[in-house]
Structures are given as structure tokens and as C-alpha cells.
């Protein structure tokens, strides 16, 4: 199993960035999709869920109308479109796979991936 995060690095405040997360190794289209971050000295913090069918979609407060989440299951890719980025958004971005409740009591697991930095500085 694989989760492989690109797209990060250094932007200027009210710039943009997307990053995409790519799958291999499981059943890509079965699991929900997230975006974390953590900044330095701060605890993992969730900024987005896209679920699978249907792509519902659901944000977190810091980010609620400059981030989108979305995904294309025929390229097993996640991705998190970020714009009006501003230096409270450094920090290092992680994607993360959830199994389906239907997978059944006793099979919950999810992966992460490696992560990839973001530094928005002037």
C-alpha cells in the first residue's frame, strides 16, 4: 500500500497550490479520503473528507471556502486544491485512506502517506 503526496513547496501569501495524493495497493475507489496537516509544535489537524461513491465533501473551519477536495478514482488520486494561502498554512500536508464502514466491525484500518511540505512565506 501506497499514499504518495506531491504538489507542496514554497508559495507567497495569496497564492495557490494543489496538491494530489496518489494510491496504489488497495481498493482506491472504496475508501474515504483525507487531508491533514501539521504545523510545527501543533497536534495533526483534519482539513478535509471526500467520501466514496458520491464524493460528499466536508471541511474544516481554517479552510472552509479556500480549499476543495476532490478525487478521480479512475486515476487513484486524491487531491487538495488550496488558494488564499497565507503563512498560518505552513505545515506538512498528509493524505489519508479510510476503509468503508462496510467492510465490517473488526476491519477498520486507514494508511497515511509521507507527506509533503507547504511553506507560504514572503
Known amino acids: 500500500v501506497l499514499l504518495v503526496e506531491s504538489g507542496g513547496g514554497l508559495v507567497q501569501p495569496g497564492e495557490s497550490l494543489r496538491l494530489s495524493c496518489a494510491a496504489s495497493?488497495?481498493?482506491?475507489?472504496?475508501?474515504?479520503m483525507r487531508w491533514y496537516r501539521q504545523a510545527p509544535g501543533k497536534e495533526r489537524e483534519l482539513l478535509a473528507t471526500?467520501?466514496?461513491?458520491?464524493?460528499?465533501?466536508n471541511y474544516g473551519d481554517p479552510v472552509k471556502g479556500r480549499f476543495t477536495i476532490s478525487r478521480d478514482n479512475a486515476k487513484n488520486t486524491v487531491y487538495l486544491q488550496m488558494n488564499s494561502l497565507n503563512s498560518e498554512d505552513t505545515a506538512v500536508y498528509y493524505c489519508?485512506?479510510?476503509?468503508?464502514?462496510?467492510?465490517?466491525?473488526?476491519?477498520?484500518?486507514?494508511?497515511w502517506g509521507q507527506g509533503t511540505q507547504v511553506t507560504v512565506s514572503s
Open positions: 495497493g488497495f481498493t482506491f475507489s472504496h475508501y474515504s
Open positions: 471526500i467520501t466514496s461513491p458520491g464524493g460528499s465533501t
Open positions: 489519508n485512506a479510510v476503509s468503508p464502514p462496510w467492510y465490517g466491525k473488526g476491519h477498520e484500518h486507514e494508511y
